[in-house]
Structure formats: structure tokens, C-alpha cells
Nanobody, 121 residues
Framework: QVQLVESGGGLVQPGGSLRLSCAAS????????MGWYRQAPGKQRELVAA???????NYADSVKGRFTISRENAKNTVYLQMNSLEPEDTAVYYC???????????????WGQGTQVTVSS
């Protein structure tokens, strides 16, 4: 099983910055894609940013130029640096990882418990 633990959320004023972290632990062969999703009240969960094991990134249009995703493969950790935060960024942010438990098993997707990000003055 793979456990994802997020940290770094909180309350920040508009224009401020936060850095989210997500560490994977448990028993697995390899973690491939990792990413961040968010869900605001009354809205569907949406992709914020994703990164492959090799470092290729993908961002939602709404966060391009403001957010940066990165990862440390040796630590099985993914980060989300969020700058120039806006009230519209307020949501619960979830970490997601695609992992294979053994060499012979198919890839499965895992989710963290979520961390609240609130942007307000």
C-alpha cells in the first residue's frame, strides 16, 4: 500500500505564497506520475499540476506562471510552490501519485487526505 501525506497548507493573504509538500511512504516498486489536484466548495476536483518521474510538467492554465511543481525521487516527495495567490485558489489541495506496488503489478492511483489552502485578507 502507498500512503501520501501532505503538509504546508494554511491561510495566506492575496499575493502571498505557500509551499505544499507530499511524501509517499509504504511498500512500492516505483512511483511514476505525481500531481496536485484541488477542490473548492461546490466545484469538481481539478488538476492543478503534474510531473513525471523524469521531470516533465503540466499545469492548469489558471496557475501557469504562478505555481511550480517539483519532485525529489530519492525522497518520494512532490512539492507545489504557489506564488501570487488569489482568493480563487482557495480549495482543499490533494496529492496524487501513480505507483506500482511490485515489478509485476499494474499501476494504481493513490490520494492524500488533502490540505486546506485559504487565500483571504
Amino acid at each position: 500500500q502507498v500512503q501520501l501525506v501532505e503538509s504546508g497548507g494554511g491561510l495566506v493573504q492575496p499575493g502571498g505564497s505557500l509551499r505544499l509538500s507530499c511524501a509517499a511512504s509504504g511498500t512500492f516498486f516505483i512511483i511514476n506520475h505525481m500531481g496536485w489536484y484541488r477542490q473548492a466548495p461546490g466545484k469538481q476536483r481539478e488538476l492543478v499540476a503534474a510531473i513525471t518521474r523524469g521531470g516533465t510538467t503540466n499545469y492548469a492554465d489558471s496557475v501557469k506562471g504562478r505555481f511550480t511543481i517539483s519532485r525529489e525521487n530519492a525522497k518520494n516527495t512532490v512539492y507545489l510552490q504557489m506564488n501570487s495567490l488569489e482568493p480563487e485558489d482557495t480549495a482543499v489541495y490533494y496529492c496524487n501519485a501513480a505507483a506500482r506496488r511490485t515489478y509485476f503489478t499494474a499501476e494504481s492511483y493513490y490520494w492524500g487526505q488533502g490540505t486546506q489552502v485559504t487565500v483571504s485578507s
